[in-house]
């Protein structure tokens, strides 16, 4: 039996984009068609079979750790970024400025699609969803630059609404304009999902 089931989510490619260098410069190289390798986007400053180990994994790993790489492209809902500009009370916001690899228009709430969950395209390339992208101060330092005054604001305003990383389970192409098909696994919730996730959020209070 399949453990992955078709949906009818769809969701429409609104935006391509490369970052080469986030440390250096967040801003995404806008792109009319992306080539996703199984080490993600060419030339992308997050391509690679392996990572380093970063802060969102902190507790698993000491920072710098060579892991899997199951962070290659960031998605983001046209829907989540209209409202965190709406918050911002930026009229026109370049999705470029958060260094998205992909934003998509369809999904509703998006951020919180199932890990594991799959998005294809036509082409046969084809995402899995690792886990929700925080927020994180980066993006900020360019939105002061290209709206200034507006760029603190962001990590609040982006909190539940800064869309999901994944990484490329089938290469291929997408293309703006392209139609992208949520997958999501057969499962139900784990029962223990609550008590576990509040018992970890208390130990982590008493350890900050």
């Not at 989540?80 to 370049?94: A, C, N, Q, R, V």
């Amino acid at each position: 039996m399949p453990a992955l089931m078709p949906t009818e989510y769809y969701a429409e490619v609104l935006f391509l984009g490369r970052v080469i260098d986030s440390a250096e410069d967040l801003r995404a190289e806008s792109l009319d068609e992306m080539d996703l390798g199984f080490e993600g986007i060419s030339e992308d400053g997050h391509s690679g079979l392996t990572r380093a180990s970063c802060s969102r994994v902190k507790a698993q790993y000491p920072r710098g750790t060579e892991i899997a790489n199951t962070r290659q492209v960031s998605i983001l809902s046209a829907e989540e970024l209209e409202e965190i500009s709406d918050t911002l009370g930026i009229d026109e916001f370049d999705p470029a400025w958060i260094g998205a690899s992909i934003i998509l228009r369809g999904i509703p709430d998006f951020t919180h699609v199932p890990p594991s969950s799959r998005l294809q395209a036509d082409s046969g390339a084809t995402i899995v969803v690792d886990m929700e992208n925080r927020p994180c101060v980066l993006p900020a330092r360019v939105i002061e630059k290209e709206a200034p005054g507006h760029g603190k604001g962001f990590k609040a305003a982006s909190t539940d609404k800064r869309g999901v990383t994944g990484w490329i389970e089938r290469e291929g192409v997408i293309r703006v304009g392209d139609v992208l098909r949520l997958h999501i696994p057969d499962q139900r919730l784990w029962s223990e999902f609550e008590t576990a996730r509040a018992a970890a959020a208390k130990l982590a209070a008493l350890t900050q």
